[in-house]
């Protein structure tokens, strides 16, 4: 469950706190006795000590010491892992509430913290026994004379699309099917009042979407294509960006099995379109006057009698024709026909989400986002700065018509894959041939879903994508571009 964030005006007695401070001096003294003040910062000067707490019985104080770092982004980081840890330890001991009282109007600082704090709490039970424990805490309220009511507005709407985000994709197959992911997007489309359109497999096999279709032809469940528009009255520009999530719910590779445990986690491979649908459900539920589209193309990835062969050759939406090498590229095939559908909404950018390739994990590891940008510099600077803000990274790779040269075919247009070596890149050189816009596209392969807990990324998926959309799309409507 999402905790309820709220700006409070007056602190009540005998509640748990937490005194957000750069240092011990600004912390308000009626709190604490002399001996605690005077204990406080001799640990903090000759402890280098910047965590505090102090068991009043019926409630409980906490100080956390905002180091200053040379790097902002990285200070931000470290906060939100504090906040992670203060939930953890307010879970320990069965806590509801804490108010975070920011000491010094440090406005980036505190809701750095408080985001770490509400996402380190999401909680995936669904098919849990009733002995599983639950997180306890279900109030934070930020006391600040800075923080404005319509920032804690935005944090809450970003964190709530996160932790759908994250349901979504670890929902199981056995539930989340092409369909049961359309119509999960509907309800998030009714809950932001953003505009939805499901397209079923007539309306699919009419707008001739070979790929998503050749994917789909192993599957007992049909394909689906959503679509998700987010069009407020009032808009800054007119600009519209257009955002396409890869929605493979089941990978298995198709014909070209993954070996061993290799596909345990695949029901990660539709993170790119969870995203989509998530980023656009923040932007619509904060208001941002910025216009977006989602396209979400999806269905599994299956070894069925029907299913498509290395050999095959599939017409594609745009007419082009594709050899396929292997059916465990197959994000890149549906992909491609929603990347080529965008162009019928003359976008100003295309920015595209897929766990694309395995050399992505090897190039980077679960740190960092693969990009590729064509035509598209100065967004993807702009981007780049978001996801130093969100701390959702991104690296560029270069994109240079020579690694088109491995996706060539002897019998069709082009190949499905190309060579071992720079694959993460000849899948962003595939993509490309079905744009003409401005266009970036991004593989998530690394960090959408992890095996182990890291901090407040939790455990599972991640939800990676979605502040990082949802910063740059703020940028873009505040007028912050470059």
């Known amino acids: 469950m999402h905790p309820e964030i709220v700006k409070i005006s007056r602190i009540p007695l005998k509640a748990n706190i937490i005194f957000l401070t750069p240092a011990p001096a600004n912390l308000p003294k009626d709190f604490f006795s002399k001996d605690e003040l005077t204990y406080i910062s001799h640990q903090y000067k000759k402890e280098k000590q910047e965590f505090f707490s102090f068991n009043r019985l019926d409630h409980w104080l906490f100080i956390q010491v905002i180091k200053e770092e040379d790097d902002p982004h ?19 001991s069965k806590q509801r509430q804490i108010i975070l009282y920011d000491t010094s109007n440090l406005t980036r600082e505190t809701l750095a913290f408080t985001e770490g704090l509400v996402l380190g709490q999401y909680q995936f039970l669904k098919y849990k026994g009733k002995k599983e424990k639950e997180n306890t805490l279900k109030s934070i309220q930020v006391f600040s004379g800075k923080i404005k009511n319509s920032e804690i507005r935005e944090l809450t709407a970003v964190t709530e699309a996160v932790f759908r985000c994250r349901t979504l994709i670890n929902e199981p197959n056995s539930f989340l099917t092409a369909t049961t992911f359309a119509r999960e997007v509907e309800k998030m489309a009714k809950a ?14 009419a707008l001739q979407m070979g790929g998503l279709l050749a994917v789909n032809k192993g599957s007992e469940v049909p394909p689906t294509f959503t679509i998700m528009e987010w ?23 198709g014909i070209n099995l993954k070996p061993g445990d290799s596909m345990s986690t695949m029901k990660e491979d539709m993170s790119g379109a969870a995203a989509v649908a998530s980023a656009i459900y923040a932007i619509a539920t904060a208001g941002l006057p910025v216009h977006v589209i989602g396209l979400m193309p999806a269905t599994d990835n299956r070894p069925g009698p029907k299913a498509i062969v290395p050999g095959d050759i599939i017409h594609m939406q745009n007419g082009m024709t594709v ?8 994000g890149r095939l549906i992909l491609a026909d929603a990347l080529n559908h965008a162009t019928k909404y003359h976008p100003s950018l295309v920015i595209d989400l897929a766990t694309l390739t395995g050399s992505a994990i090897r190039a980077v590891g679960r740190y960092g986002i693969v990009a590729m940008q064509m035509k598209a510099a100065k967004e993807l600077e702009l981007l780049k700065e978001s996801g130093w803000e969100t701390y959702e990274r991104l690296i560029e790779l270069p994109s240079w018509e020579e ?5 060539k075919s002897d019998l069709a247009d082009m ?19 079905f744009t003409g816009y401005p266009y970036i596209h991004l593989d ?4 959408a879903f992890l095996e182990k807990r890291d901090s407040y990324r ?4 991640t939800g990676v994508g979605v502040r990082l959309l949802f910063d740059f799309i703020r940028k873009v409507a505040f007028g912050k571009t470059t």
């Open 74 to 92: 990285k200070g931000n980081e470290n906060l939100r892992k504090s906040g992670d840890k203060l939930g953890s330890l307010l879970n320990e």
């Open 403 to 407: 690694y088109s040269d491995g996706l």
């Open 323 to 330: 050899e396929v090498l292997n059916t465990d590229a197959e």
């Open 231 to 253: 069009k407020p009255k009032r808009l800054v520009n007119n600009k519209l960006f257009v955002f396409v999530g890869k929605g493979v719910v089941f990978d298995s590779g």
């Open 415 to 433: 190949k499905n894959i190309g060579p071992a070596e720079a694959g993460a890149i000849t899948a962003g050189k595939f993509l490309e041939r």
């Open 458 to 461: 939790g455990q599972g998926g």
């Open 192 to 205: 932001c009042g953003a505009r939805v359109e499901v397209l079923n497999k007539s309306k699919i096999e």
């Open 444 to 447: 998530i392969a690394g960090p």
